[in-house]
Nanobody
Framework: VQLVESGGGLVQPGGSLRLSCGASGFTFSSYVMRWYRQAPGKERELLATINTAGDSTNYADSVKGRFTISRDNAKNTASLQMNSLKPEDTAVYLC?????????WGQGTQVTVSS
């Protein structure tokens, strides 16, 4: 089982990044996917959730209207499009795959928003 995030990096305030989460070793289409982030000294924050079919999403207030979660079950990939980035969005971003019985995490990808 593997979840691998990619797409992080350094971006200026107001910029955009697209994170990807590649999944392998499990039936990706059966898992609800979530993106979290964790900043130094802060608790892990749930940002966005997408259902198995990809037709229902939820967002934290802190990212609503700026971030968009999506998934491609044919490619076993989940994504997080992040626009209008702010310095306070700086964190390690992690993807999560969960069913009733199983809970998988990636290692995370660093996003730094700074001028």
């Amino acid at each position: 089982v593997q979840l691998v995030e990619s797409g992080g990096g350094l971006v200026q305030p107001g910029g955009s990044l697209r994170l990807s989460c590649g999944a392998s070793g499990f039936t990706f289409s059966s898992y609800v996917m979530r993106w979290y982030r964790q900043a130094p000294g802060k608790e892990r924050e749930l940002l966005a959730t997408i259902n198995t079919a990809g037709d229902s999403t939820n967002y934290a207030d802190s990212v609503k209207g700026r971030f968009t979660i999506s998934r491609d079950n044919a490619k076993n990939t989940a994504s997080l499009q992040m626009n209008s980035l702010k310095p306070e969005d700086t964190a390690v971003y992690l993807c999560n795959a969960r069913t009733y019985y199983y809970d998988y995490w990636g290692q995370g990808t660093q996003v730094t928003v700074s001028s």
